[in-house]
C-alpha cells in the first residue's frame, strides 16, 4: 500500500449541463466513500455554460469544498477545460472524466488500486459502446486506424480521456507547449507504464451531446493533423505517380498521332484531365492550408484558456 492519505483529483469539464450536476455530486460522493483511505478533490471546469450549470457547481462547492469550481471565461471546449482542469489540480493522481456520468466514477477505486500497485497510467476501456449509436461507433473505429496509421504514437483503441494518471505524468504532460490540445495524442505521446481497466459505456446521465458530426470532424482533423505530418507527404507519391501516368499516355499520344495522323476530337479526355488534375491540386493546398492554419495559431502563443475565478474551500 504506502499511498493512504494520498490526494486523488478528479477533472470533470462541464458545458451546459444543468441538469447533470446533482447527479454527478451524489455519484463522486458516493465513490468517495468506497475509498476512505485516499483524500478527494473534484475539479470542475464551468467550460462556459450558458445555463446555470455554474450556479448549481458553486451551490456544490458550497456544500462540500471538495468540489473546486474553475470558472472559464467564456466557451474554450472540451479539450482546453480538461487542461484548465489538470492544471489546477494538485493531486498524486488525476483522472479526468465526462460530467454526464458515461465514464462511471464507480471504475475510480480499481484504477487507484492499478495506481498503488505500481501503474503509472490506469487506461479505462470501453468493451461496450451500445450506448453510442452505430454511426458514431464505426466513425470512431474509423478514425483510430487511420489515425494509428499515419501517426507514430498509436491511440488506443476504444481509450477515451477516462483514465488515471499518476502526478510524474501530469508533470509531463504540462510540458507539452502546444495551445490546441488534442488530449487523446498528448495523452498517448507522453507514453509511460500503462494497465488497462474494461468497463462498458453508460448512456448519458442527463441532456444531451454537445458534439456534433462537424464538430467530431473537425476534432479527427486536429487529431490527424497534431500528430501525423504523412498527409503532407503524400502528395509527392500522388504527383510522382500521376505523372508517370501522364508520360505514359503522353507517349501513347505521341506514338499514335504519327501511326494515324492528327486526330482533333479529344474534349472530353482533356475536359477530364484539368478537372482531375485541378481537383487534386485544390485538394492538396487545402490540405496545406490545415497544416499552415495551425502553424498560424500556435505562432500567435495564445494561452488554451482564460480562467475568470477558481473557487476554492468555498470562496465566494
Ligand atoms: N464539454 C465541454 N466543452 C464543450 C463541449 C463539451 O466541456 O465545448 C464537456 C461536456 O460537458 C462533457 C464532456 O465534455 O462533460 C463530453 O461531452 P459530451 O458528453 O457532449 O460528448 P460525447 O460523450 O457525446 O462524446
Ligand atoms: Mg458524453
Redesign the pocket.
Known amino acids: 500500500m504506502g499511498v493512504g492519505g494520498k490526494l486523488v483529483s478528479i477533472v470533470?469539464?462541464?458545458?451546459?449541463?444543468s441538469e447533470g450536476v446533482w447527479i454527478f455530486y451524489e455519484a463522486l460522493r458516493a465513490m468517495a466513500s468506497t475509498v476512505p483511505d485516499v483524500r478527494f478533490e473534484f475539479i470542475c471546469?464551468d467550460?462556459g455554460s450558458r445555463d446555470d450549470t455554474l450556479v448549481h457547481l458553486l451551490a456544490a462547492n458550497r456544500l462540500d469544498p471538495r468540489f473546486v469550481v474553475v470558472e472559464l471565461s467564456r466557451?474554450?471546449?472540451?479539450e482546453a477545460?480538461?487542461t484548465a482542469g489538470i492544471d489546477t489540480a494538485c493531486g498524486d493522481a488525476v483522472v479526468p472524466i465526462?460530467?454526464?456520468l458515461?465514464d462511471p466514477p464507480t471504475l475510480i477505486p480499481k484504477m487507484i488500486e492499478e495506481w498503488r500497485k505500481g501503474a503509472e497510467v490506469v487506461l479505462a476501456r470501453r468493451t461496450d459502446r451500445s450506448t453510442d449509436t452505430f454511426l458514431k461507433r464505426k466513425t470512431a473505429e474509423g478514425f483510430y486506424r487511420l489515425h494509428n496509421k499515419l501517426s507514430t504514437v498509436a491511440i488506443p483503441a476504444n481509450v477515451g480521456d477516462f483514465r488515471l494518471m499518476d502526478k510524474v505524468v501530469v508533470a509531463a504532460l504540462k510540458r507539452l507547449p502546444e495551445r490546441q490540445r488534442f488530449m487523446k495524442g498528448l495523452f498517448a505521446w507522453v507514453g509511460f507504464k500503462a494497465v488497462t481497466v474494461d468497463y462498458a459505456r453508460q448512456p448519458?446521465a442527463a441532456g444531451?451531446?454537445?458534439?456534433s458530426g462537424w464538430k467530431l470532424w473537425n476534432f479527427a482533423l486536429e487529431g490527424i493533423t497534431s500528430f501525423s505530418t504523412a498527409p503532407l507527404k503524400v502528395w509527392t507519391y500522388v504527383g510522382t505517380i500521376c505523372a508517370l501516368l501522364t508520360l505514359t499516355y503522353a507517349a501513347y499520344i505521341v506514338i499514335r498521332t504519327l501511326i494515324y495522323g492528327i486526330d482533333v476530337p479529344g474534349y472530353a479526355s482533356v475536359l477530364v484531365a484539368i478537372l482531375f488534375f485541378g481537383s487534386l491540386q485544390l485538394i492538396s493546398i487545402g490540405l496545406l492550408g490545415e497544416y499552415i492554419g495551425r502553424m498560424y495559431l500556435e505562432s500567435k502563443q495564445r494561452p488554451t484558456y482564460l480562467v475568470r475565478k477558481c473557487h476554492r474551500q468555498g470562496t465566494e
Open positions: 470533470a469539464p462541464f458545458y451546459n449541463e471546469v467550460d466557451n474554450f471546449g472540451k477545460a480538461l465526462d460530467a454526464d458515461q448519458r444531451k451531446t454537445k458534439f
